[in-house]
């Protein structure tokens, strides 16, 4: 049996029809840039969030790069995050010209080991950017207790963690502001790219608002040196559609964890650990195995669709040489790299499908 790692096609099946009739609203309107869509996503997602402000951005990415830029984070100035992530939490860092500084993981949750943040500041640094890997949010009381103890803002990168929970507090919403992916593959999926922005600061919100538009206010008037972040409305009105339904695919997501926790049991396959402080949304259900590798070529073989997240920590990418970091420095991401595994956990997958995905893992490993 073939089983795609992710397949959009059988989620786009079941809201076929009003995400086109959202389409159609949009181009009869020709509203084509921000407009009333885009105001209701913002707000829905900021509800969502348990935060007041949303400010929808044109990515994930951008949604970063507009909080560093409006936090005024640049030259000279250190930001601490983890190695463990995707690319655009530190390439964000780089792009404003501040330097990464990087934490190693806690090994049971691949997020940011908050007991190792303290040593790494300096009088440069200015935040903390934590990632709420895979679904699950970093451990955010200790890190809110260091930011506090420094000043330093915190920025969450909650891109694979939209509506997720840490203590009952949404992704977002802890810290001094919360980014969010709609990238096809995250649990709120766009049809192109796009992002988000939540914040519970007002004048943070004002400022992200205008850096969104090259920073001018009014019109042709420029207070800074912005951007282009905005977020079109034809990706507003799919994502006002699929918002509704989040809740529930990420509850199917979490049985589909579940039957493969239980199926995992008594194997060589070191399933999630999840906190019992989070309610993770399950962007991607990922087990350890020893000789990763061999059981790639054994899925790819069979069509079984899996995937490594990330195989390559940021601290030994070729563009973060001059960072000066060498192999062993961050021993628990490398480790975490060469035997991290991510399986098909997407909310239509069916039992027989999981059970094609365990039996050929068994059989290989076997
Ligand atoms: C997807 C992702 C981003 C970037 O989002 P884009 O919308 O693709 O720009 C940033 N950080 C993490 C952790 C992500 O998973």
Redesign the pocket.
């Known amino acids: 049996m073939e089983v795609p790692l992710l397949d959009l096609k059988a989620q786009y099946a079941t809201i076929r029809e009003q995400v086109m009739a959202g389409i159609a609203e949009v181009l009869d309107s020709q509203v084509c840039i921000g407009g009333p869509k885009v105001l209701e996503l913002e707000q829905k997602v900021a509800a969502a969030s348990g935060c007041k402000f949303g400010i929808g951005v044109s ?4 949604a ?1 790069l507009n909080c560093l830029m409006s936090l005024e984070i640049g030259p000279g100035d250190e930001v601490i995050t983890t190695p463990f ?2 690319f ?2 530190v390439g964000c860092i780089a792009r404003v010209g501040a330097t990464p500084v990087l934490v190693d993981i806690d090994p049971r949750t691949y997020n940011i080991d908050p007991n190792q943040i303290e040593i790494a500041v300096t009088r440069r640094t200015k935040a903390i950017i934590p ?1 709420h ?1 895979f679904g699950q949010m970093a451990d955010m009381d200790p890190i809110m207790a260091v930011a506090r103890r420094y000043k330093l803002a915190v920025l969450e ?1 909650a ?2 963690s939209i509506t997720s929970t840490y203590k009952g507090r949404a992704a977002g919403s802890i810290g001094k502001a919360g ?1 969010f ?3 096809p593959s ?1 649990n709120l999926g766009g049809i192109g ?3 988000m922005i939540v914040t519970n600061d007002e004048a943070l919100y004002e400022r992200l608002m205008l850096m969104r538009n090259h920073g001018a206010e009014p019109k042709y008037y420029h207070k800074f040196v912005g951007a282009n972040f905005r977020l079109d409305p034809i990706q507003a009105v799919a994502l006002l559609v699929k918002l509704p339904h989040l809740d529930d695919w990420s509850e199917a997501r979490r049985r589909n964890a579940a039957y493969y926790n239980e199926r995992f049991a008594g194997t060589a396959v070191q399933t999630p650990f999840i906190s019992p402080d989070c309610q993770t949304i399950y962007n991607q259900y990922c087990i350890r195995v020893p000789r990763r590798d061999e059981l790639v070529a054994h899925l790819k073989a069979h069509k079984i669709g899996c995937e490594i997240y990330y195989p390559v920590p940021a601290h030994l990418q070729e563009c973060f040489a001059y960072l000066d970091c060498r192999e062993g420095d961050f021993p628990e991401a490398e480790k975490a790299a060469e035997e991290i595994l991510a399986l098909p956990i997407y909310p239509e997958l069916t039992r027989e499908m999981q059970d094609a995905v365990v039996e050929n893992i068994v059989t290989s490993l076997r």
């Open positions: 990515s994930g990415t951008d970063i992530t995707f655009a939490t990632v890997l990168d891109a694979q980014c992916s709609f990238f995250k790219d796009g992002g």
